[in-house]
């Protein structure tokens, strides 16, 4: 089996609280796998203890005990951050840099070369679709174009694995489509995504696992389609069915053991309605 793009054991936080003899358990002995090429979906109420677990992953926070790999190397080494990227929940830009220079910082903080930062940076702006933004200054870009330059700035030294923390926070619905189909563009190129977020419609459209914390404990786990799918039901969506075919099935249904729970025309969401109200007309 290959190498795991994040495994964490037996981890635990406990916070002091300063002036007080209290402490806070942020987690609590949790252990998870996220195997390569999977987009992970890490859930929880808020305080639930999110944010911790991905600061531990990726050595901002040291645990109180355990331990956290990235690719079979300890989040505490150096070299562990060589293969991510991160995007924190509310990430600090300098408004006064434009989009191009922006990355051309960050690129020169991971160490890269001019010349790759140049390839780089140019490739980047096109894949968020920042193009024609780059030489303006970040001040002046709304909250998605933020979190799209925020995507390009974890993206910038290729990394293996992405963690991301809330990354379509105060974007609006188009907005947060946009950065879903990057997530699942990344994935398509073989990276990993770490994803935390309340927005569970979205995690649903994109992540194939999830893990559930509560109070620092992992209560649920697994792949999301199992944790989800209701056991004993069965659902058959018809296209033109004629009444006649209707009353064949009901009437089956109805000499058979089993029962017609509910019979509705499907819907589609407010998020699928709304885009289709408010995107681009077509000629
Ligand atoms: N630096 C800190 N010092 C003390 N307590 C902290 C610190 N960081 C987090 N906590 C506490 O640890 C618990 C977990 O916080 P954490 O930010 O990890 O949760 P979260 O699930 O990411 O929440 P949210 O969804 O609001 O971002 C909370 O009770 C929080 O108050």
Avoid: W
């Amino acid at each position: 089996m290959s190498t795991p793009a994040i495994s964490i054991q037996n981890l635990t936080k406990v916070y002091p609280i300063p002036f007080k003899r209290e402490k806070v358990t942020a987690v609590q002995d949790l252990s998870l796998t996220v195997e390569a090429g999977q987009v992970y979906g890490l859930l929880g109420p808020n305080g639930s203890g999110k944010s911790t677990t991905m600061k531990i992953v990726l050595g901002l926070v040291t645990p109180t005990s355990g331990r956290t790999e990235i690719f079979g190397r300890d989040s505490n080494t150096v070299e562990s951050r060589e293969d991510v990227g991160f995007l924190p929940e509310n990430p600090y830009f300098y408004k006064y840099l434009t989009g191009a220079e922006t990355l051309d910082f960050y690129g020169k903080l991971c160490g890269l070369s001019r010349a790759k930062i140049r390839d780089r940076s140019k490739e980047l702006l096109k894949l968020v679709g920042l193009e024609n933004a780059a030489d303006r200054r970040l001040g002046g870009y709304s909250k998605g174009m933020l979190q799209r330059i925020g995507l390009a700035q974890a993206m910038i030294q290729e990394p293996r694995l992405l963690v991301l923390d809330e990354p379509t926070a105060g974007v609006d619905p188009a907005g947060s489509r946009e950065i879903r189909d990057l997530i699942l563009d990344f994935k398509q190129r073989g990276i990993t995504v770490l994803l935390c977020s309340h927005l569970l419609e979205q995690v649903q459209e994109i992540c194939d696992r999830v893990g559930i914390l509560d109070h620092g404990v992992l209560i649920r786990e697994g792949v999301l389609g199992d944790l989800i799918s209701i056991e004993n039901q069965t659902e058959i969506i018809l296209e033109n069915a004629p009444p006649e075919l209707l009353a064949q099935i009901r009437e089956m249904i109805g000499k058979s053991s089993g029962r017609l729970v509910a019979e509705h025309r499907p819907q589609k969401t407010l998020e699928r309605y709304f885009l289709d109200v408010t995107g681009p007309k077509q000629s």
